[in-house]
């Protein structure tokens, strides 16, 4: 039985255990994952959740090969936290997610990993090879049980304490098949990740930092919103007395993507500069006009952008700038970092519609190519404008109001 990780499905969502860290589709490490060895699935696990997994429950979605001959594949892999009192409530939670995947793949067979620190060598086995999960290997037992109410049928399940060369596997539903770990770095599926130019993040807290609000910075922008604000309306009103509000939209939208190529250069930005530009995400015209970098070339340099202005803004202004990160590392496959950046823009702003459009999309598997849509609506309202956000370009600041 083999998987092919090229085929792995939509990012996931939050880093709640209702919504797990998901796997992207399209920029999945490529190369073939035989499944039927549990050490070489288990060192792929870090390149296809995108950062190596601690206290966790990592979750394969098989399904048939569209090539024939070649087996199953890994058609989307979920992760859950494992911190949580209730074992038999969590089992319960973590089906219902992964068997509403199943029922959106059109899947059934799935495959599980317990990545785990506190797990210890039983007695009665010890220096027999075999390694005994505790309460986890109830938490198995009680998920096994509940995927397959639902026609859902857990296919093998192996613990082991980390993801490092050398470490002990077994498997948890057979007390004599067990073994060592390769070299993470060696897996087929993780040179061609790292091949691809994709990081694989040392721990998911490198994430949550990227999103992380840094209250000093908060303090200085905010003091400059109100002007930024005020300003923004004066060139509003300016623009909608000559008869033309898009003069507005357009000179606007086009300092954004100066913003995006200057600071590419590595230059940070100003409080004031993220206060204008905390202005221009408010008018949705500009907004929605932005998601369309995420199919674009720049894309990585957007994503930045919106990085810092999430850590720098606070309530609807850091919700609009998490949701246009959560929705560029969607598409791009970066499914953890989704679900973070959108979880942030809820946190900031529970009403915003566009979050949690994009949170539904990510929690139910709808996959990237359903949602590039978005972008491609981006594009159409700054061709109207005059614009195209393809190619960021220094304007005439001269010129521009």
């Known amino acids: 039985m083999s998987g092919n ?81 209730s074992r038999h409530s969590l089992a319960a939670t973590y089906a219902q997610c992964v068997t509403q995947i199943c029922a959106t793949e059109g899947t059934r067979e799935v495959l599980a990993v317990i990545v785990d620190d506190r797990v210890r060598e039983s007695r009665r086995t010890r220096g027999h090879g075999a390694v005994s999960a505790g309460p986890w290997a109830a938490l198995i037992t009680a998920f096994a049980r509940q995927l397959a109410q639902e026609e859902v049928f857990l296919e093998g399940a192996w613990a082991v304490r980390a993801i490092e060369a050398g470490q002990r596997w077994w498997s948890l539903l057979d007390a004599n098949h067990f073994g060592t770990l390769p070299d993470p770095a060696t897996s087929l599926v993780t040179v061609a990740h790292v091949l691809d130019g994709r990081p694989i993040r040392g721990a998911r807290s490198e994430l ?11 303090e200085r922008v905010t003091a400059h919103l109100d002007s930024a604000y005020a300003l923004a309306h004066e060139r509003y009103l300016a623009a909608v007395r000559r008869g033309d509000p898009d003069r507005y939209h357009r000179r606007t939208l086009e300092l954004v993507l100066w913003q995006i190529a200057d600071t590419d250069s590595g230059r940070p ?13 408010r ?67 529970p009403a915003h519609s566009m979050a949690i459009l994009l949170e539904t999309a990510l929690r139910t598997g709808m996959r990237p190519d359903t949602l590039r849509r978005l972008a491609y609506r981006g594009l159409g309202i700054a061709a109207d404008l005059g614009t195209d956000p393809m190619s960021p370009s220094a304007p005439d600041h001269t010129t521009l109001w």
Do not use: K
């Open 283 to 349: 008018h949705r015209t500009v907004r929605d006009s932005l998601f369309a970098l995420a199919v674009g070339d720049h894309a990585a340099a957007a994503e930045n952008l919106w990085a810092a202005l999430t850590r720098a803004l606070s309530g609807s202004d850091r919700a609009d700038a998490a949701t246009l990160l959560g929705y560029s590392a969607y598409i791009s496959g970066d499914g953890p970092l989704a679900g973070i950046a959108l979880q942030a823009a809820l946190d900031a702003d």
């Open 208 to 218: 949550t930092d990227l999103v992380a609000p840094d209250d000093d910075l908060v």
């Open 269 to 281: 930005l100003t409080a004031p500069e993220c206060a204008e530009l905390a202005a221009a995400l």
């Open 5 to 85: 990780t090229d085929d792995t499905p939509t990012p996931a969502s939050t880093e709640t255990t209702s919504a797990p860290d998901r796997a992207p589709e399209d920029r999945a490490p490529a190369g073939a994952l035989h499944v039927d060895d549990p050490g070489e699935l288990i060192v792929a696990v870090p390149a296809m959740v995108g950062f190596v997994p601690e206290r966790s429950l990592v979750v394969a979605v098989l399904r048939d090969s569209p090539n024939p001959g070649r087996g199953r594949i890994i058609d989307a892999v979920l992760r859950f936290d494992l911190d949580q009192s």
